[in-house]
Nanobody, 124 residues
């Protein structure tokens, strides 16, 4: 069984920054790919970024490139999402996800374990 717990969300002004964390337990964290997704009210869950098991490969959705940075610390069983220059359209619940392979795609069906989410709200 895998447990994922997100933290770090909050209310910020446009242009502000946040660092989201996802702590995992219950498996060999460093072997498997991880990702962040987000879901805004009334919209489908959207891929944000993914990172391979050892951290050498990252993929971002176009709308966050240059502003978001995904990283992981396998010794701490933790993944991060540094979010800079926040915009109102970034407002969403951000979910941490874990795959069962070292490398994976960007579709939500590629990930088998999910956290409960952390709310990010950006005021204009």
């Amino acid at each position: 069984q895998v447990q994922l717990v997100e933290s770090g969300g909050g209310l910020v002004h446009t242009g502000g920054s946040l660092r989201l964390s996802c702590t995992a337990s219950g498996r060999r964290f460093g072997v498997y790919a991880m990702a962040w997704f987000r879901q805004a009210p009334g919209k489908e869950r959207e891929f944000v970024a993914t990172i391979s098991g050892s951290g050498e490969r990252t993929i971002y959705t176009d709308s966050v490139k240059g502003r978001f940075t995904i990283s992981r610390d396998n010794d701490q069983n933790t993944m991060y999402l540094q979010i800079n220059n926040l915009k109102p359209e970034d407002t969403a619940v951000y979910y941490c996800a874990a795959a069962s392979t070292t490398y994976t795609g960007t579709h939500y069906s590629d990930f088998h374990y999910w956290g409960q989410g952390t709310q990010v709200t950006v005021s204009s």
